[in-house]
Every structure is written in structure tokens, then in C-alpha cells.
T-cell receptor, first 113, second 113 residues
Framework: SQKIEQNSEALNIQEGKTATLTCNYTNYSPAYLQWYRQDPGRGPVFLLLIRENEKEKRKERLKVTFDTTLKQSLFHITASQPADSATYLCALDPSGGYNKLIFGAGTRLAVHP | GAVVSQHPSWVICKSGTSVKIECRSLDFQATTMFWYRQFPKQSLMLMATSNEGSKATYEQGVEKDKFLINHASLTLSTLTVTSAHPEDSSFYIC?????????FGPGTRLTVT
């Protein structure tokens, strides 16, 4: 069956450390993968998109990797801050194109001062 | 980044009534918008793809006669929950696609009493 898996357990880290979140998928061949941040009671906010031919993409303190062989994406936040505390969602288009998105369940990150 | 708005942000209605939710792309035109539903502590579940000028495409298990979608213009899509019941209480989120990226509205909290 097709699925997107994110660690459902909350990730607790100390301020200043690097947070690493994992997204694994099975039975998909996505052309790209996206990461979003969602705060309670709010819609997701787009963070980064990485295409299948890109190994890594960076944006300020954020870094995403995409391994199509392992069918895995890693999302890193360096020098984490309490304001980074939120749920992070990965998403992909199951058709392999640029149409609809389906989401993983998300990983809740808590950064402690 | 692109901005998507939703109205209302929250609504309480009685069982058996209908509720309309609006989704607008404020600074770009979107031929395709998407409607998601999110239950507490769960991920976003895609309900339907809204196409400007044509019928919406519903995901498996979503009742098209209950969740009416109208994409009247390149900046507006509406979702009407007809004959709402308490089990329809949820967080409804729309998104609009701008090239390969999707931008989400802030969500609408629907409570059916």
C-alpha cells in the first residue's frame, strides 16, 4: 500500500541543537517533496520544496535532503529556537506530477530553552 | 509568498443546516484549489480538487453531494457542507497552487451542534 510515514512521537530538543525530522514513503515515485510547518489551529505554511533531481536544498537555518533510492527525506533545523516549536509535515504528489498533495501525519517538535 | 484567505475562520451551526466556506487567493490566480479536512491530532486529508470552470474531483470516500464545491473564478473556491451533522465538525483548510508550490489558507473551524 502507499503511505507517507513521519515519526508520530514528539521530538524534544534543547535550544541551539539541530533538529532532524524524517519522512519515509513507500510505493510512490514523487517528482518532488515538500515540507510545511503547522501551528495549532492554523493552516500549514510552506517551507521548502525539493525536486527528485536535487539531493539537498537549504533556506536559512533549514536544510532538506531527498534520497529517492531510500525513499526518504530528512528535514534539519540548525541552531534551533523555541519559536521553531511546531508540527512539521511532509507532503508529496502521488501521481508523480504537480497536482494534488497528500500529507504525512506530521512530527511535533518542541525546542526547550 | 502567496496569500490565501478563508472565511469564516470559525463557524458554529445546528445539525441539518448548510454552511459555506470561502477560499480566496489574494495575490495570484489559481486554476486549481484544494480542500482538506483535519481532525484533531491527525494529518490533513485531501477531500477534493477544485478546478476553475469545471467540476471538482473528489477523493475516494468523500460524498460529492454533501460537500459541494464551486470554483467560480480564478481567485475563489467555495465549499458548502450540506445538511451538516456533528461528525462533520472538523478543521477545513483550502490551498491554492501557484506553479509547483501550494499555499494554504488559515483554516475554518466548523462545529456542528
Amino acid at each position: 500500500s502507499q503511505k507517507i510515514e513521519q515519526n508520530s512521537e514528539a521530538l524534544n530538543i534543547q535550544e541551539g541543537k539541530t533538529a532532524t525530522l524524517t519522512c519515509n514513503y513507500t510505493n510512490y515515485s514523487p517528482a518532488y517533496l515538500q515540507w510545511y510547518r503547522q501551528d495549532p489551529g492554523r493552516g500549514p505554511v510552506f517551507l521548502l520544496l525539493i525536486r527528485e533531481n536535487e539531493k539537498e536544498k537549504r533556506k536559512e537555518r533549514l536544510k532538506v535532503t531527498f534520497d529517492t533510492t531510500l525513499k526518504q527525506s530528512l528535514f534539519h533545523i540548525t541552531a534551533s529556537q523555541p519559536a521553531d516549536s511546531a508540527t512539521y509535515l511532509c507532503a508529496l504528489d502521488p501521481s508523480g506530477g504537480y497536482n494534488k498533495l497528500i500529507f504525512g501525519a506530521g512530527t511535533r517538535l518542541a525546542v526547550h530553552p | 509568498g502567496a496569500v490565501v484567505s478563508q472565511h469564516p475562520s470559525w463557524v458554529i451551526c445546528k445539525s441539518g443546516t448548510s454552511v459555506k466556506i470561502e477560499c480566496r487567493s489574494l495575490d495570484f490566480q489559481a486554476t486549481t484549489m484544494f480542500w482538506y479536512r483535519q481532525f484533531p491530532k491527525q494529518s490533513l486529508m485531501l477531500m477534493a480538487t477544485s478546478n476553475e470552470g469545471s467540476k471538482a474531483t473528489y477523493e475516494q470516500g468523500v460524498e460529492k453531494d454533501k460537500f459541494l464545491i464551486n470554483h467560480a473564478s480564478l481567485t475563489l473556491s467555495t465549499l458548502t457542507v450540506t445538511s451538516a451533522h456533528p461528525e462533520d465538525s472538523s478543521f477545513y483548510i483550502c490551498s491554492a497552487r501557484d506553479d509547483a508550490e501550494q499555499y494554504f489558507g488559515p483554516g475554518t473551524r466548523l462545529t456542528v451542534t
